[in-house]
């Protein structure tokens, strides 16, 4: 074609998770919250008057970031809100790179970032975390403008701890900006870094702890100075009224949040533990999926099979993860519904792709 640019013919694009159309599925596969946003947000939700549709929403979301800074013991100039937190990693990318400015981060992680590096011309230094998911020390060393730690890690759910990543900070000369899209899921985030270090920004998103994927919405946590900068960068209305009403409810319902959370974190130690019981390797995750490794049967063909029985969970065809499958953490009877599923498909006679002998269940 040649009308565009030519990193735009190459790019191939991300590509988000099946949605499937069908309501009577069961939806394992992008991490989405199984329980619904608070009960506050569908009381906003049906008092939004057309005045307000009418008119241009608050460009900086007033509402909300003086919700989010009182929950996270900050000051509102310290927060801006984005048209979810994959916006903010569109601005940061704009705000920080170019051909000269290149990005690190450590691989595998999400898959979303060497996209965004493409669209902006900008070489991406991926530096390969080892086999335990620990920092990797180079990527103290390599010179990007923008380094970022998503934390937890996607797609794997490890943690690196928070005074490694103020170690990090301290060493980098650019921006660290550690995406904390899972963060509600774990036990402790970084939020104190932003008061220390001037060159941190925290990415946080409503989409999976708060159950709002629906509408979009995510923030950064930086210092003021750093909030200012990325500002100039964001499109000028890029939160709409709706989302900020609806997130601004949903975020100063704690109480909700802390139960629904803790009840996914409980869900993900069954899950896990059956999951083990099936002769499936998993790493302990900090997040809301956890990353289940077939060691007899074909990750892909497991992936088929859950199809059939209209259970969606993802499955990377990619180095290192194509023996993997990354489930997202349902409810309880969610979970067993899909351990029933394994169990079948894991103990039929002949198993497709499956070594034989080593299989768990008697078929
Ligand atoms: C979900 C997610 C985000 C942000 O998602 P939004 O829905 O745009 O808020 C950012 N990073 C990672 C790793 C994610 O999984």
Redesign the pocket.
Same mark, same amino acid.
């Given at each position: 074609m040649g009308y565009f640019r030519k990193n735009i013919e190459q790019v191939k694009g991300y590509e988000p998770g099946f949605q499937p159309k069908e309501t009577d599925i069961l939806k394992l596969n992008t991490?989405e919250n199984p329980y619904p946003p608070s009960p506050q947000v569908m009381k906003v939700l049906a008092q939004i008057s057309s005045e307000q549709l009418r008119r241009y929403p608050d460009p900086i979301g007033n509402e909300f970031r003086q919700a989010a800074a009182e929950v996270n013991d900050v000051q509102p100039e310290n927060i801006m809100c984005?048209? +979810?937190?994959?916006?903010?990693?569109t601005i940061a990318f704009r705000a920080f790179c170019d051909k000269n400015r290149p990005v690190a981060y450590p691989v595998p992680? #999400?898959s979303?970032y060497p996209v965004l590096a493409k669209l902006q011309s900008c070489k991406a230094i991926e530096v390969p975390f080892d086999d335990e998911f620990n920092l990797p020390a180079r990527l103290a060393s390599t010179n990007a403008a923008l380094t970022i730690v998503?934390n937890p890690?996607?797609p794997n759910g490890s943690f690196v701890s928070v005074d490694e990543l103020a170690s990090l900070a301290d060493e980098l000369s650019g921006i660290l900006l550690i995406?904390e899209? #899972?963060v509600d899921f774990a036990e402790a985030n970084c939020t104190e870094l932003v008061k220390e270090f001037d060159n941190v920004i925290i990415?946080?998103?409503?989409?999976?702890g708060y159950s709002l994927?629906g509408i979009?919405? +995510?923030y950064a946590i930086a210092q003021p100075d750093l909030i200012a900068g990325l500002m100039k960068v964001k499109d000028s209305y890029n939160i709409d009224a709706v989302a900020v009403a609806v997130a601004a409810a949903a975020i100063k319902d704690q109480k909700y949040f802390s139960e629904t959370t803790e009840k996914v974190k409980k869900a993900r130690g069954l899950l896990v533990a059956k999951l083990r019981d099936l002769g499936f390797e998993v790493p302990q995750s900090y997040t809301n999926f956890v990353l289940a490794e077939s060691k007899n049967c074909k990750a892909g063909k497991i992936y088929d099979k859950l199809v059939e029985r209209r259970i969606y969970v993802r499955y990377f065809n990619l180095a290192k993860l194509d023996d993997k499958l990354r489930i997202t953490v349902g409810t309880g009877e969610q979970n067993d519904k899909l351990i029933s599923a394994l169990k079948e498909i894991l103990s039929e006679r002949r198993p497709f792709g499956c070594a034989q002998g080593k299989l768990t269940g008697d078929g």
């Open positions: 991490n984005c048209n +979810g937190g994959d916006d903010l990693l992680t #999400y979303l998503c890690n996607a995406d899209a #899972y990415l946080r998103s409503m989409s999976k994927a979009r919405l +995510g």
